[in-house]
């Protein structure tokens, strides 16, 4: 089961407190990238993510500088680990011509059974509340987590539900995910636009790492994927030709 872990602080220049392996707060992309000295099945993972907005918002990945296509949510895309991806929301509700341009870190992957990597994504929402966090000039910080079945919170969910708690101000969220579970995400959302005027920021826009945005998922029974797979007893069968004139022989 997938949890969020959540903190919203001032923008501040205060030094965070550290953990006793990275902090919360270090630079975006620095936590990833030492997971991927771990070697294994992490570099060059694509691993999916669903993104979830609030209804009619849309959302677009930077990709070489620049924004794509705004897509409506919820859109499952593949992410590598250890790459900051920068992504923008539009359309919100209640808050027309504002954006907000939070980042999402992947910093470790799940291990589904082989061909089902699809059924198993990261889900990771931008929600009503962080938005307006964002546009009110704080800071969020999400660290999503992997809850150990041992330590699971006692409350019934469905199958898109997603808890969370605010772990509060000057927490590290990381070190609070990790005491949890096993953080897989970063999700970072400020109220940090880019600059118009000065023309393109490709560092606040970024948008280097390859990506993959896949086509909704419909997940199949298994005497579905059976019969779809299991060939036919007319299989090898020959098939008829058409010839001209619109009849058909074998």
């Known amino acids: 089961m997938l ?14 407190p550290m953990h006793y392996r ?7 992309g620095a936590i990833g990238s030492v997971q991927l000295q771990r ?19 849309k959302v677009s990945i930077a990709s070489r500088g620049q924004f794509g296509v705004a897509r409506a949510t919820p859109l499952e895309i593949g992410l590598l680990i250890a790459p900051v991806y920068r992504f923008k929301v539009s359309n919100i509700a ?3 011509g504002q954006e ?12 589904p059974p082989r061909g089902q990597e699809r059924r198993f994504p990261v889900p990771i929402e931008f929600n009503a509340d962080d938005i307006e ?15 150990d079945p041992r ?22 969220a990381v070190q609070e995910a990790d005491r949890w579970g096993r953080p897989l995400a970063i999700v970072r959302m400020g109220g940090r636009v880019p600059d118009e005027e000065r023309g393109p920021d490709v560092y606040f826009v970024g948008g280097g790492a390859p990506f993959t945005v896949f ?11 059976q019969e779809e797979e299991a060939p036919g007893p007319m299989a090898n069968a020959p098939r008829p030709r058409i010839m001209p004139g619109g009849r058909a022989r074998r």
């Open 22 to 28: 990275h902090a919360g707060q270090v630079p975006p």
């Open 100 to 111: 907000v341009f939070p980042t999402i870190e992947v910093i470790d992957r799940l291990y």
């Open 39 to 57: 070697g294994g099945p992490l570099p060059g993972y694509f691993q999916p993510v669903e993104i979830r907005a609030p209804e009619g918002a």
């Open 151 to 172: 330590m699971a919170l006692p409350v019934a969910e469905g199958w898109q539900d997603q808890h969370w708690f605010d772990a509060g101000p000057g927490v590290n």
């Open 133 to 147: 966090l964002a546009l009110d000039g704080k800071f969020v910080t999400r660290v999503v987590y992997l809850e």
């Open 94 to 96: 209640g808050h027309e």
């Open 3 to 16: 949890v969020v872990l959540a903190t919203a602080v001032a923008a501040t220049g205060q030094q965070p």
């Open 215 to 225: 086509r909704p998922y419909i997940e199949r029974l298994p005497h579905e994927r």
